[in-house]
């Protein structure tokens, strides 16, 4: 069966105020200095490629003072034109969810305030009729029950065991509706069992994959926008019949961040 792209309405944040002034993850070191403008340019690259391939982008006004907040897909959760706002596990991103929690309200969607930690599309991943929620690092375990009661979708809680891999879209992408590709080491023995079960033709990527966040991907159903440098699972992906579109976020990347986090999918109707 050919494999058809959808239309997708995403929302992004320019990295305006993009720096690494603390440490939060694995990849921030703030003695490195940061080239905003290049952050800037590769942003703006990855905004193109979206626009390229027949989908809308919406933008959310950056805010002075919060540097991530360019990592979109942390900014809420838009299920069935449903939003559900976040609360951070971190005090530096905290002034982030009224922002985005704001520009859902107003872009006309019901809003629902988290009950319990959740860092949006970071940790909640849709997948077909089932909601892959993420857990270990950021979004709380408790979290899981309000997803499943507010949209309706069974949950499947997977235990990330790598603090590398703190958010689950940075060791699992959604392909398709019944495909996903993950790095099998960054979740714990039972959710890997759970993965293979739901997941048997999966993509498996390698660590050197997962190292670039070639993981933090983001699929339409056949184009896979992913970073540069990630020639074994772009093959791999090839194979199945996908097509890669690479971008260099190399420098978003120093803050933990890909194409994934800097694009939050916006599903405004049932279905979609």
Not at 69 to 83: R, S
Not at 133 to 138: D, K, L, P, Q, Y
Not at 175 to 188: C, G, H
């Amino acid at each position: 069966m050919p494999m058809e792209p959808t239309r997708q309405h995403y929302l992004m944040c320019r990295p305006t105020y993009f720096a690494v002034d603390y440490v939060i993850n694995p990849w921030m070191d703030p003695s490195q200095p940061v080239d905003t403008d290049r952050a800037i340019r590769q942003w703006e690259q990855l905004r193109q490629a979206h626009l390229d391939l027949g989908h809308t982008v919406a933008e959310i006004a950056p805010v002075p003072g919060l540097p991530d907040m360019v990592f979109a897909a942390n900014g809420g959760t838009v299920i069935d034109g449903k939003a559900l706002g976040v609360q951070f596990r971190n005090p530096q991103r905290a002034d982030e969810a009224p922002a985005y929690l704001s520009w859902f309200a107003e872009a006309g969607l019901p809003t629902y305030e988290p009950k319990h930690v959740n860092e949006g599309e970071g940790d909640i991943l849709l997948a077909g009729d089932l909601l892959l929620a993420g857990t270990g690092f950021r979004t709380s375990h408790a979290a899981h029950r309000q997803l499943q009661e507010l949209f309706g979708y069974p949950v499947i809680s997977l235990q990330l065991v790598d603090p590398r891999y703190y958010h689950l879209d940075t060791a699992l992408t959604v392909l398709d509706e019944r495909t996903v590709a993950y790095l099998p080491e960054a979740f714990s023995p039972g959710s890997q069992a759970v993965l293979r079960r739901l997941f048997p033709d999966a993509v498996l990527a390698t660590a050197g994959d997962a190292e670039v966040f070639g993981l933090n991907a983001v699929s339409d159903g056949l184009h896979v926008v992913l970073p540069a440098g990630t020639p074994q699972l772009a093959g791999r992906l090839r194979e199945r019949g996908y097509l890669p579109v690479e971008v260099d976020l190399s420098e978003l990347r120093r803050a933990g961040g890909g194409p994934k986090c800097c694009t939050l999918r916006l599903r405004q109707g049932k279905g979609a």
